[in-house]
């Protein structure tokens, strides 16, 4: 049996290492093609909204909480959550993404179906639209970005490496809620899964104030939480202060987390559409 059959027959029977073929890039084609009918609201409003929420919360909101001026170590308001809020809005763009798109595709309009009665695999769906979603939180944190250099809330030069820990924030919830969904039915789940995990994640994991600001039962409950290592990471990079020690650490949380989603989503996937 030749090298390449052999390689096609592990991407089938799902052996350990098997990776998704380049025929997973005809799924990010076919996405990308959907997108090119409605990219200008798109890109319209990827500008506007971060524009709006940091012009409120960061200028606005800023101005009180910038009259303490040691609650946050003399970063004013805007510079501190304005790498919070690129991660963050990357997460939420992933974290829907990875719901109700993909719940469509596999149960209700069952694109995933059609797909499969041709060479194309279930690694293969899965990779497609990891590296959408992937595409997807990088042209949201490219435009995010854009708007803090805008609004002069880039601190350091190194405010442009917060997009790709944004990607990799973005991943590390992709990944696992993709696995999530392959497992479900219908789309009840989604509600109770953005109700009590995803926004108060948003809320309680750095985004708008530090951890150590809340009560000490609930700090190391935040610490766990690959939102926080995103957050955290992304900031000490626009804010310029850098420990090697604890950026690798946030790193390896997020690798780590999208690893594990990933290996779970091959599992579900591999379940739900290759019967």
Do not use: C
Request: no cysteine; aromatic share 12%.
């Amino acid at each position: 049996m030749s090298f390449a059959r052999r390689s096609v027959l592990g991407l089938r029977l799902g052996r350990p290492g098997a990776i998704a073929s380049r025929r997973s890039l005809r799924i990010l084609e076919h996405d990308l093609l959907v997108f090119r009918r409605g990219w200008y609201s798109y890109l319209l409003s990827g500008l506007s909204q971060p524009f709006l929420f940091l012009v409120a919360m960061g200028i606005g909101l800023g101005l009180y909480v910038n009259r303490n001026a040691s609650a946050l170590g003399g970063v004013p308001y805007l510079d501190y959550i304005a790498p919070a809020l690129l991660v963050t809005q990357a997460m939420m763009a992933a974290a829907f993404e990875s719901a109700w798109p993909i719940m469509g595709k596999i149960h209700w309009q069952k694109t995933y179906h059609a797909a499969l009665n041709t060479p194309l695999t279930a690694l293969d769906l899965l990779a497609g639209d990891l590296m959408w979603i992937a595409f997807r939180a990088t042209l949201l944190s490219v435009l995010f970005l854009a708007v803090i250099v805008v609004l002069g809330a880039a601190a350091s030069p190194l405010v442009v490496l917060a997009v790709p820990i944004a990607v990799l924030t973005a991943m590390a919830f992709a990944a696992p809620i993709m696995a999530f969904t392959a497992t479900r039915t219908g789309d009840s789940g989604f509600n109770a899964l953005f109700r009590f995990g995803i926004t108060p994640l948003f809320l309680f994991s750095g985004t708008f104030f530090p951890i150590e600001k809340l009560p000490l039962f609930l700090q190391p409950v935040a610490w766990l939480t690959p939102l926080y290592h995103g957050v955290a990471a992304a900031r000490s990079l626009a804010l310029g202060q850098i420990e090697l020690v604890g950026l690798s650490v946030h790193i390896a949380v997020l690798v780590a987390v999208a690893g594990a989603g990933l290996f779970a989503a091959r599992i579900t996937f591999r379940r739900r559409l290759e019967v």
